[in-house]
C-alpha cells in the first residue's frame, strides 16, 4: 500500500488520494481510525477505506460516486462480516485538503460527523505525534 498522495481538487485528479483521521492508541500501540482512498476521478471513482477495530482493519472496496463540480462523495462498503447490512456508508464533500461528511458503521448507532484530512499513505498507517 505505499504509494504517492497528491491533492484532489473538486475538479478532480487522476492520482490517489488519501484522507485519514488515525492515531496510536496509547495502551496498545495500535493504528486507529478511519483512512480513506480515493484512487482517480469519474462519476465512479475507486474508493478504498480501512477502520479501526482494535488494530486498522485491512482496506475494503467501496461502489462510490462522485460529483466533481460540487466535490460531493458518497459510497458504501461492505464490511469483511458479510452479513447482510453490514455496510460502512459515507456522504459528504472534498473540501479543500480533506474529506468531511457523515459517516456511520453498522455497529454504531446512526452516523457521526468527520474531517479527514489528506495524508500520505504512510502518514496513515503509520501515524506520528498523534497518540490517543
Known sequence: MAAAVATLSVAGSARAVTYADTCVELQSGDVAGTVVTVAGRGWHPPVTISW???SLMM???ADATFEAKTGRLAFVARTSRGHAGDTVRF???IQGNA????LSYPW???SRPVVLPVRSIAEANAP???IQ
Open 128 to 130: 506520528r505525534g498523534c
Open 59 to 61: 482496506p475494503v472496496v
Open 91 to 93: 456522504k459528504g464533500r
Open 108 to 110: 454504531e448507532r446512526g
Open 99 to 102: 474529506l468531511a461528511g457523515q
Open 52 to 54: 479501526s477495530e482494535g
